[in-house]
Protein backbone atom coordinates (compact mmCIF):
# COMPACT_ATOMS: atom_id res chain seq x y z
CA UNK A 1 0.00 0.00 0.00
CA UNK A 2 1.55 3.60 -0.90
CA UNK A 3 1.69 5.36 2.20
CA UNK A 4 1.33 9.68 2.18
CA UNK A 5 4.76 10.29 2.50
CA UNK A 6 5.48 8.04 -0.42
CA UNK A 7 2.89 10.28 -2.37
CA UNK A 8 4.51 13.46 -1.03
CA UNK A 9 7.53 12.55 -2.38
CA UNK A 10 6.39 12.02 -5.54
CA UNK A 11 4.45 15.25 -6.27
CA UNK A 12 7.64 17.33 -5.37
CA UNK A 13 11.11 15.75 -5.90
CA UNK A 14 12.38 18.54 -5.24
CA UNK A 15 11.68 18.73 -1.63
CA UNK A 16 13.47 16.99 0.64
CA UNK A 17 11.30 14.31 2.15
CA UNK A 18 9.76 14.82 5.53
CA UNK A 19 7.80 11.91 6.63
CA UNK A 20 3.85 12.94 8.45
CA UNK A 21 3.34 13.08 12.20
CA UNK A 22 0.96 11.34 13.58
CA UNK A 23 -0.15 11.63 17.49
CA UNK A 24 -2.43 8.87 19.48
CA UNK A 25 -3.82 9.47 22.36
CA UNK A 26 -5.11 7.34 25.01
CA UNK A 27 -5.17 6.81 28.59
CA UNK A 28 -5.28 2.88 28.28
CA UNK A 29 -1.26 1.82 27.30
CA UNK A 30 -2.61 -1.19 25.71
CA UNK A 31 -4.32 0.38 23.23
CA UNK A 32 -1.34 2.99 22.69
CA UNK A 33 1.10 -0.12 22.03
CA UNK A 34 -1.55 -1.64 19.95
CA UNK A 35 -1.71 1.78 17.44
CA UNK A 36 2.20 2.26 17.21
CA UNK A 37 2.89 -1.56 16.52
CA UNK A 38 0.38 -0.92 14.18
CA UNK A 39 1.84 2.35 12.43
CA UNK A 40 5.58 0.80 13.00
CA UNK A 41 5.23 -1.02 9.21
CA UNK A 42 4.78 2.83 7.68
CA UNK A 43 6.98 5.44 7.16
CA UNK A 44 5.32 7.73 9.45
CA UNK A 45 6.66 9.61 12.93
CA UNK A 46 4.54 8.09 15.60
CA UNK A 47 3.99 10.00 18.87
CA UNK A 48 1.63 9.02 22.30
CA UNK A 49 0.77 10.22 24.99
CA UNK A 50 -1.49 9.28 27.72
CA UNK A 51 -4.15 12.60 27.98
CA UNK A 52 -5.28 15.10 26.26
CA UNK A 53 -3.27 17.98 28.23
CA UNK A 54 -0.46 16.24 27.50
CA UNK A 55 -1.10 15.66 24.07
CA UNK A 56 -1.81 19.39 23.92
CA UNK A 57 1.76 20.41 24.97
CA UNK A 58 3.32 18.10 22.91
CA UNK A 59 1.70 19.73 20.25
CA UNK A 60 2.81 22.76 21.02
CA UNK A 61 6.78 20.91 20.53
CA UNK A 62 5.74 19.49 17.01
CA UNK A 63 3.89 20.00 14.27
CA UNK A 64 1.09 17.06 14.36
CA UNK A 65 -0.07 16.51 10.98
CA UNK A 66 -3.18 13.86 12.28
CA UNK A 67 -4.15 12.94 15.87
CA UNK A 68 -6.19 9.80 16.67
CA UNK A 69 -7.89 10.79 20.02
CA UNK A 70 -9.86 7.85 22.62
CA UNK A 71 -13.66 9.35 23.34
CA UNK A 72 -12.85 8.18 26.87
CA UNK A 73 -10.31 9.85 29.25
CA UNK A 74 -10.03 11.03 32.52
CA UNK A 75 -9.86 14.72 33.07
CA UNK A 76 -9.91 16.06 29.92
CA UNK A 77 -12.22 13.79 27.48
CA UNK A 78 -11.63 13.35 23.78
CA UNK A 79 -14.17 15.88 23.10
CA UNK A 80 -12.77 18.35 25.03
CA UNK A 81 -9.52 17.56 23.67
CA UNK A 82 -10.00 17.72 20.24
CA UNK A 83 -12.49 20.77 20.51
CA UNK A 84 -8.81 22.37 21.60
CA UNK A 85 -6.81 21.04 18.46
CA UNK A 86 -9.91 22.04 16.05
CA UNK A 87 -9.38 25.61 17.53
CA UNK A 88 -5.55 25.90 17.80
CA UNK A 89 -4.14 23.60 14.66
CA UNK A 90 -7.05 23.48 12.51
CA UNK A 91 -4.72 22.27 9.35
CA UNK A 92 -4.57 19.08 11.56
CA UNK A 93 -6.93 15.95 10.54
CA UNK A 94 -9.04 14.66 13.52
CA UNK A 95 -10.05 11.22 14.12
CA UNK A 96 -12.30 9.58 17.17
CA UNK A 97 -11.52 6.19 18.59
CA UNK A 98 -13.99 4.74 20.40
CA UNK A 99 -15.32 1.89 21.98
CA UNK A 100 -18.67 3.09 22.99
CA UNK A 101 -21.94 3.60 20.78
CA UNK A 102 -22.84 6.73 22.41
CA UNK A 103 -24.28 8.69 19.97
CA UNK A 104 -24.43 12.28 21.68
CA UNK A 105 -20.70 12.25 22.47
CA UNK A 106 -20.15 11.44 18.69
CA UNK A 107 -22.43 14.01 18.00
CA UNK A 108 -20.21 16.32 20.13
CA UNK A 109 -17.02 15.04 18.54
CA UNK A 110 -18.24 16.16 15.58
CA UNK A 111 -19.72 19.69 16.42
CA UNK A 112 -17.13 20.39 18.39
CA UNK A 113 -13.95 18.70 17.97
CA UNK A 114 -14.72 18.39 14.04
CA UNK A 115 -13.41 15.57 13.54
CA UNK A 116 -12.74 14.19 10.14
CA UNK A 117 -13.17 10.29 10.84
CA UNK A 118 -13.94 7.99 13.72
CA UNK A 119 -13.13 4.62 14.99
CA UNK A 120 -14.75 1.75 16.54
CA UNK A 121 -12.97 -0.08 18.85
CA UNK A 122 -12.12 -3.22 18.51
CA UNK A 123 -10.88 -1.97 14.84
CA UNK A 124 -9.83 -3.54 11.99
CA UNK A 125 -5.82 -2.77 11.18
CA UNK A 126 -6.51 -2.30 7.33
CA UNK A 127 -9.71 -0.01 7.43
CA UNK A 128 -7.73 1.88 10.07
CA UNK A 129 -4.24 2.19 7.65
CA UNK A 130 -6.33 3.24 4.56
CA UNK A 131 -8.66 5.61 6.87
CA UNK A 132 -5.30 7.19 8.22
CA UNK A 133 -3.89 7.08 4.38
CA UNK A 134 -6.98 8.76 3.14
CA UNK A 135 -7.00 11.69 5.48
CA UNK A 136 -3.44 12.58 5.27
CA UNK A 137 -4.01 12.46 1.49
CA UNK A 138 -7.10 14.88 1.58
CA UNK A 139 -4.58 17.23 3.83
CA UNK A 140 -2.27 17.04 1.20
CA UNK A 141 -4.31 17.97 -1.68
CA UNK A 142 -5.28 20.92 0.88
CA UNK A 143 -1.73 21.85 1.66
CA UNK A 144 -1.02 21.53 -2.20
CA UNK A 145 -3.69 24.51 -3.00
CA UNK A 146 -2.65 26.58 -0.27
CA UNK A 147 0.81 26.63 -1.92
CA UNK A 148 -0.18 26.79 -5.24
CA UNK A 149 -2.55 29.80 -4.73
CA UNK A 150 0.61 31.06 -3.05
CA UNK A 151 2.86 30.52 -6.05
CA UNK A 152 0.13 32.32 -7.92
CA UNK A 153 0.16 34.95 -5.86
CA UNK A 154 3.76 35.37 -5.88
CA UNK A 155 3.71 35.30 -9.96
CA UNK A 156 0.95 38.03 -10.11
CA UNK A 157 3.18 40.15 -7.92
CA UNK A 158 6.10 39.23 -9.93
CA UNK A 159 4.20 40.27 -12.83
CA UNK A 160 3.14 43.68 -10.96
CA UNK A 161 7.11 43.86 -10.92
CA UNK A 162 7.34 43.40 -14.17
CA UNK A 163 4.59 45.89 -15.40
CA UNK A 164 6.28 48.33 -13.28
CA UNK A 165 10.01 47.64 -14.92
CA UNK A 166 8.79 47.51 -18.04
CA UNK A 167 10.41 51.17 -19.08
CA UNK A 168 13.86 49.58 -18.06
CA UNK A 169 13.47 46.44 -20.28
CA UNK A 170 12.36 47.94 -23.27
CA UNK A 171 15.07 50.08 -22.73
CA UNK A 172 17.09 46.71 -22.50
CA UNK A 173 15.67 45.14 -25.27
CA UNK A 174 15.80 48.41 -27.86
CA UNK A 175 18.53 46.76 -29.93
CA UNK A 176 16.89 43.55 -30.42
CA UNK A 177 13.41 44.67 -31.25
CA UNK A 178 14.85 47.81 -33.41
CA UNK A 179 15.58 45.44 -36.28
CA UNK A 180 12.08 43.95 -36.16
CA UNK A 181 10.62 47.81 -35.80
CA UNK A 182 12.93 49.26 -38.62
CA UNK A 183 11.36 46.37 -40.58
CA UNK A 184 8.06 46.98 -39.87
CA UNK A 185 8.10 51.04 -41.13
CA UNK A 186 9.61 49.78 -44.04
CA UNK A 187 7.19 47.29 -45.39
CA UNK A 188 4.35 49.12 -44.40
CA UNK A 189 4.48 52.25 -45.50
CA UNK A 190 0.84 52.76 -46.05
CA UNK A 191 -0.15 51.34 -43.02
CA UNK A 192 -4.13 49.87 -43.62
CA UNK A 193 -3.90 46.96 -41.38
CA UNK A 194 -2.64 48.08 -37.82
CA UNK A 195 -3.37 44.44 -36.29
CA UNK A 196 -0.46 43.32 -38.71
CA UNK A 197 1.92 44.95 -37.27
CA UNK A 198 0.91 44.45 -33.38
CA UNK A 199 0.74 40.78 -34.61
CA UNK A 200 4.56 40.96 -36.05
CA UNK A 201 5.76 42.94 -32.91
CA UNK A 202 4.09 40.12 -30.60
CA UNK A 203 5.31 37.49 -32.99
CA UNK A 204 9.24 38.51 -33.21
CA UNK A 205 8.92 39.29 -29.67
CA UNK A 206 8.02 35.18 -29.36
CA UNK A 207 10.72 34.26 -31.68
CA UNK A 208 13.12 35.91 -30.12
CA UNK A 209 12.55 32.95 -27.15
CA UNK A 210 14.48 30.13 -28.41
CA UNK A 211 11.45 27.96 -26.87
CA UNK A 212 8.42 29.45 -28.06
CA UNK A 213 6.86 31.41 -31.52
CA UNK A 214 9.02 30.55 -34.41
CA UNK A 215 8.22 28.15 -37.36
CA UNK A 216 6.15 26.09 -34.69
CA UNK A 217 3.67 28.97 -33.48
CA UNK A 218 2.94 30.07 -37.43
CA UNK A 219 2.30 26.44 -38.55
CA UNK A 220 -0.31 26.29 -35.41
CA UNK A 221 -1.89 29.23 -36.99
CA UNK A 222 -1.79 27.66 -40.31
CA UNK A 223 -3.97 24.65 -39.01
CA UNK A 224 -6.58 26.81 -37.08
CA UNK A 225 -6.85 29.10 -40.66
CA UNK A 226 -7.47 25.77 -42.12
CA UNK A 227 -10.14 24.21 -39.73
CA UNK A 228 -11.41 27.44 -39.65
CA UNK A 229 -11.95 28.10 -43.42
CA UNK A 230 -13.82 23.99 -43.59
CA UNK A 231 -16.24 26.20 -40.67
CA UNK A 232 -16.77 28.81 -43.37
CA UNK A 233 -15.42 31.36 -41.32
CA UNK A 234 -14.74 34.83 -42.89
CA UNK A 235 -11.40 36.79 -43.56
CA UNK A 236 -11.96 38.55 -39.65
CA UNK A 237 -12.47 35.61 -38.09
CA UNK A 238 -9.64 33.54 -40.06
CA UNK A 239 -7.17 36.10 -39.33
CA UNK A 240 -7.89 36.09 -35.25
CA UNK A 241 -7.55 32.88 -35.37
CA UNK A 242 -4.40 32.77 -37.30
CA UNK A 243 -3.16 35.50 -34.93
CA UNK A 244 -4.38 33.37 -31.82
CA UNK A 245 -2.46 30.19 -33.07
CA UNK A 246 0.57 32.56 -33.81
CA UNK A 247 0.83 33.79 -30.17
CA UNK A 248 -1.11 31.24 -28.05
CA UNK A 249 2.08 31.29 -26.27
CA UNK A 250 2.67 34.75 -25.90
CA UNK A 251 1.91 34.69 -21.65
CA UNK A 252 4.93 32.52 -21.33
CA UNK A 253 7.08 35.48 -21.71
CA UNK A 254 6.33 36.45 -18.33
CA UNK A 255 7.13 32.65 -16.70
CA UNK A 256 10.10 30.44 -15.82
CA UNK A 257 11.89 29.93 -18.83
CA UNK A 258 12.08 26.09 -17.57
CA UNK A 259 8.49 25.64 -18.35
CA UNK A 260 8.61 26.18 -22.22
CA UNK A 261 11.72 24.26 -22.13
CA UNK A 262 10.32 20.69 -20.93
CA UNK A 263 7.34 19.08 -22.45
CA UNK A 264 4.32 19.31 -20.70
CA UNK A 265 4.18 15.47 -19.56
CA UNK A 266 7.36 15.85 -18.04
CA UNK A 267 6.47 19.31 -15.37
CA UNK A 268 5.39 18.25 -11.74
CA UNK A 269 1.72 18.64 -10.60
CA UNK A 270 2.30 22.21 -9.48
CA UNK A 271 4.58 23.07 -12.99
CA UNK A 272 1.49 21.94 -14.79
CA UNK A 273 -0.79 23.57 -12.90
CA UNK A 274 0.91 27.28 -13.08
CA UNK A 275 1.64 26.52 -16.93
CA UNK A 276 -1.99 26.56 -17.82
CA UNK A 277 -2.10 30.10 -15.89
CA UNK A 278 -0.02 31.55 -19.26
CA UNK A 279 -2.95 32.58 -20.79
CA UNK A 280 -4.18 34.81 -18.66
CA UNK A 281 -1.27 36.88 -18.70
CA UNK A 282 -1.71 37.17 -22.55
CA UNK A 283 -5.29 38.00 -22.30
CA UNK A 284 -3.93 41.03 -20.21
CA UNK A 285 -1.70 42.14 -22.92
CA UNK A 286 -3.91 41.50 -25.70
CA UNK A 287 -7.16 42.11 -24.25
CA UNK A 288 -7.06 46.02 -24.23
CA UNK A 289 -6.58 46.09 -27.92
CA UNK A 290 -9.94 45.93 -29.94
CA UNK A 291 -8.59 44.27 -32.75
CA UNK A 292 -6.94 41.86 -30.85
CA UNK A 293 -10.07 41.16 -28.33
CA UNK A 294 -11.36 38.30 -30.09
CA UNK A 295 -7.84 36.74 -30.47
CA UNK A 296 -7.34 37.48 -26.89
CA UNK A 297 -10.75 35.31 -25.76
CA UNK A 298 -9.77 32.60 -27.94
CA UNK A 299 -6.38 32.53 -26.27
CA UNK A 300 -7.54 32.74 -22.73
CA UNK A 301 -10.17 29.60 -23.07
CA UNK A 302 -7.46 27.29 -24.96
CA UNK A 303 -6.77 25.23 -21.60
CA UNK A 304 -10.86 24.82 -21.07
CA UNK A 305 -12.49 20.88 -21.98
CA UNK A 306 -15.28 20.07 -23.41
CA UNK A 307 -16.35 18.08 -20.43
CA UNK A 308 -16.17 21.19 -18.03
CA UNK A 309 -12.72 20.13 -16.39
CA UNK A 310 -10.91 22.88 -17.84
CA UNK A 311 -9.42 26.49 -16.71
CA UNK A 312 -9.85 29.02 -16.21
CA UNK A 313 -13.33 28.91 -15.78
CA UNK A 314 -14.80 25.31 -16.49
CA UNK A 315 -16.60 26.31 -19.31
CA UNK A 316 -18.16 22.99 -21.43
CA UNK A 317 -19.33 22.45 -24.68
CA UNK A 318 -20.43 25.05 -26.86
CA UNK A 319 -19.93 27.76 -24.02
CA UNK A 320 -16.70 27.12 -24.76
CA UNK A 321 -15.09 29.89 -27.82
CA UNK A 322 -14.96 27.67 -30.53
CA UNK A 323 -12.03 29.04 -31.80
CA UNK A 324 -10.52 27.78 -28.81
CA UNK A 325 -11.88 24.87 -29.42
CA UNK A 326 -9.75 24.69 -32.63
CA UNK A 327 -6.96 26.12 -31.16
CA UNK A 328 -6.80 23.57 -28.58
CA UNK A 329 -7.21 20.77 -31.30
CA UNK A 330 -4.16 22.33 -33.14
CA UNK A 331 -1.71 23.32 -30.63
CA UNK A 332 -2.03 19.48 -29.25
CA UNK A 333 -1.92 17.98 -32.60
CA UNK A 334 1.04 19.77 -33.50
CA UNK A 335 2.69 19.82 -29.77
CA UNK A 336 2.55 15.92 -30.27
CA UNK A 337 4.49 15.70 -33.28
CA UNK A 338 6.73 17.69 -32.69
CA UNK A 339 7.62 16.68 -28.78
CA UNK A 340 5.98 19.37 -27.01
CA UNK A 341 3.67 17.52 -25.28
CA UNK A 342 5.29 14.50 -24.83
CA UNK A 343 9.40 13.50 -24.81
CA UNK A 344 8.91 11.76 -27.78
CA UNK A 345 7.52 13.10 -31.43
CA UNK A 346 4.37 10.89 -32.51
CA UNK A 347 4.18 10.07 -35.60
CA UNK A 348 0.94 11.45 -37.37
CA UNK A 349 -1.59 8.64 -36.86
CA UNK A 350 -0.52 8.14 -33.88
CA UNK A 351 -0.83 11.70 -33.08
CA UNK A 352 -4.52 11.47 -34.59
CA UNK A 353 -5.14 8.82 -32.35
CA UNK A 354 -4.15 10.79 -29.32
CA UNK A 355 -6.66 13.17 -30.28
CA UNK A 356 -10.03 11.02 -31.43
CA UNK A 357 -9.24 9.00 -28.22
CA UNK A 358 -10.34 12.21 -26.04
CA UNK A 359 -12.76 13.53 -28.56
CA UNK A 360 -15.94 14.35 -26.16
CA UNK A 361 -14.14 15.28 -22.67
CA UNK A 362 -11.19 17.36 -24.12
CA UNK A 363 -11.96 17.98 -27.57
CA UNK A 364 -14.90 19.20 -29.95
CA UNK A 365 -16.07 15.98 -32.18
CA UNK A 366 -17.41 18.10 -35.04
CA UNK A 367 -13.78 19.60 -35.34
CA UNK A 368 -11.69 16.73 -34.72
CA UNK A 369 -13.31 15.23 -37.61
CA UNK A 370 -12.41 18.11 -39.97
CA UNK A 371 -8.52 17.52 -38.37
CA UNK A 372 -6.98 14.63 -40.82
CA UNK A 373 -9.71 16.68 -43.85
CA UNK A 374 -7.49 19.37 -43.75
CA UNK A 375 -4.02 17.51 -42.83
CA UNK A 376 -3.02 16.52 -46.63
CA UNK A 377 -3.43 20.04 -47.30
CA UNK A 378 -1.48 21.68 -44.30
CA UNK A 379 1.77 18.90 -44.65
CA UNK A 380 1.82 19.46 -48.44
CA UNK A 381 4.52 22.51 -49.32
CA UNK A 382 3.53 22.69 -53.16
CA UNK A 383 2.98 25.46 -55.04
CA UNK A 384 -0.98 26.82 -55.40
CA UNK A 385 -1.83 27.26 -58.74
CA UNK A 386 -2.18 31.35 -58.09
CA UNK A 387 1.16 31.92 -56.87
CA UNK A 388 4.94 31.05 -57.52
CA UNK A 389 8.44 30.92 -56.10
CA UNK A 390 10.63 33.76 -56.80
CA UNK A 391 14.19 35.47 -56.19
CA UNK A 392 14.39 38.62 -54.37
CA UNK A 393 16.47 40.30 -57.10
CA UNK A 394 13.27 39.24 -58.78
CA UNK A 395 10.45 41.04 -56.75
CA UNK A 396 8.26 44.48 -58.40
CA UNK A 397 6.66 47.29 -56.50
CA UNK A 398 2.86 46.33 -56.77
CA UNK A 399 3.80 42.43 -56.14
CA UNK A 400 1.16 40.66 -53.25
CA UNK A 401 2.95 37.89 -50.94
CA UNK A 402 1.17 35.08 -50.63
CA UNK A 403 3.10 33.61 -47.76
CA UNK A 404 5.04 35.20 -44.56
CA UNK A 405 8.82 35.83 -45.35
CA UNK A 406 10.97 34.70 -42.70
CA UNK A 407 14.51 34.73 -41.76
CA UNK A 408 16.57 32.22 -40.34
CA UNK A 409 15.90 33.56 -36.70
CA UNK A 410 12.28 32.99 -37.35
CA UNK A 411 11.69 36.66 -37.44
CA UNK A 412 8.32 37.81 -39.58
CA UNK A 413 10.15 40.04 -42.01
CA UNK A 414 6.61 40.65 -44.17
CA UNK A 415 3.88 38.85 -43.81
CA UNK A 416 1.05 37.64 -46.54
CA UNK A 417 -0.60 39.86 -48.22
CA UNK A 418 1.91 42.49 -48.45
CA UNK A 419 1.91 44.61 -51.35
CA UNK A 420 5.43 45.18 -51.90
CA UNK A 421 7.60 48.83 -52.04
CA UNK A 422 10.76 49.69 -53.71
CA UNK A 423 11.48 50.18 -49.53
CA UNK A 424 9.83 46.80 -48.48
CA UNK A 425 11.71 44.82 -51.38
CA UNK A 426 15.20 46.88 -50.75
CA UNK A 427 14.40 45.47 -47.19
CA UNK A 428 13.86 42.63 -47.96
CA UNK A 429 17.29 41.96 -50.22
CA UNK A 430 19.29 43.61 -47.10
CA UNK A 431 18.04 40.87 -45.08
CA UNK A 432 18.78 38.04 -47.23
CA UNK A 433 22.36 39.63 -47.62
CA UNK A 434 23.21 40.16 -44.39
CA UNK A 435 21.49 36.34 -42.79
CA UNK A 436 23.36 35.21 -46.37
CA UNK A 437 20.69 32.69 -46.63
CA UNK A 438 18.36 32.73 -49.65
CA UNK A 439 14.50 34.01 -48.10
CA UNK A 440 12.06 31.83 -49.73
CA UNK A 441 9.62 34.42 -51.05
CA UNK A 442 6.38 33.27 -52.90
CA UNK A 443 3.82 36.04 -54.61
CA UNK A 444 0.57 36.18 -56.18
CA UNK A 445 0.66 35.32 -59.93
CA UNK A 446 -1.55 37.71 -60.74
CA UNK A 447 -0.45 40.88 -58.92
CA UNK A 448 2.69 41.04 -61.11
Known sequence: MTNHAEINTGTHPEIPFV????????????????????LRTTT???????????ALTLMQEHRIDLVISDMRMPGMSGVEYLSEVAALYPDTIRILLTGYSDMES????????????????????????????????????????????QEVEK???ELIHVNLQLE???????????????????????????????????????????????????????????????????KHELQQLKLAGLLHELGLLCMDSSLSKTPFFALGVAQKKLYRT??????????PVARLSLAASIILHQYEQINGCGTPDKLQGEQIPEGSRILMIARDYMALTQAKLMPIRLARQCALDYVNHRTGSHYDEKIVSILPLVLPQFESDSIARNEKKIACSQLKPNMVL????????????????????????????????????ILKIYVLEKQH
Open 402 to 437: SRDVINSKEILLADEGHKLTKESIASLCDFENSDEQ
Open 44 to 54: YEVFIEGSGQG
Open 155 to 157: QND
Open 19 to 38: PCKILCVDDEPSVLSALKRL
Open 106 to 149: TIAAVNHGKIHHYIQKPWNNQEVLITIEQALEHKLLADENIRLS
Open 278 to 287: HPLHAYAAMA
Open 168 to 234: SRVQQRTLQIRETMRALEEQNTINKENNRDVLKVFYNLLSMNENLGGIHAMKIGELCTLIGMRLGYG
